[in-house]
């Protein structure tokens, strides 16, 4: 019986899309793909951030888009990162996982906010967007990144 047991959890955990994947490459500023323990990869989407559009296919390339993926770039790429399942959603419209994303137990999600590359996605709610909001109104009052000159994001309804 422990062995029926122990080799559910080891194939659960082999397919499970959470835990430590590694980085295959950033495709923007929030969203990745992933290689999963079981080899399969993903396309993860960032929980609570918005970054603005660098491949959307019907917008414009938008102001600090390329800054933000840049950013993302430099950050995770070829990285091993963990992602968090969101309680009560696993994938969004395009079915893309939802996923926050750590590295070395850093919330990646709160430091592109925190650093001006991302916004506080305030239209779907998630267990940190407390702590995200606090973290753009910070950005936004120090000019840091988007909240600069170079961009009218400074413009928007807070």
């Given at each position: 019986m422990k062995h029926i047991i122990l080799t559910a959890l080891?194939?659960?955990?082999a397919c499970?899309?959470?835990g430590a994947v590694q980085v295959s490459s950033v495709t923007d500023g929030d969203t990745i793909?992933?290689?999963?323990?079981?080899?399969?990869?993903?396309r993860v989407r960032f929980i609570g951030i918005d970054t603005p559009e660098t491949v959307h296919p019907s917008?414009?390339?938008?102001c600090f888009g390329e800054e933000a993926s840049d950013?993302?770039?430099?950050?995770?790429?070829?990285?091993?990162v963990t992602?968090?399942?969101?309680?009560?959603?696993?994938?969004?419209?395009?079915?893309r996982?939802?996923?926050y994303v750590e590295l070395d137990g850093q919330d990646i999600g709160a430091r592109m906010i925190a650093e001006g590359y991302a916004f506080s996605y305030k239209s779907f709610p998630h267990p940190r967007l407390e702590?995200?909001?606090?973290?753009?109104?910070?950005?936004?009052?120090?000019g840091r990144g988007l909240w600069g000159e170079e961009c009218e994001y400074s413009k928007r309804k807070k």
């Open positions: 080891l194939f659960l955990s499970s899309p959470a793909i992933v290689r999963l323990t079981s080899g399969k990869e993903e917008k414009p390339v938008q950013h993302m770039k430099e950050m995770l790429a070829g990285k091993t992602i968090v399942r969101k309680p009560d959603e696993d994938r969004d419209y395009y079915d996982l939802l996923r702590k995200y909001n606090a973290l753009e109104k910070a950005a936004r009052e120090a």
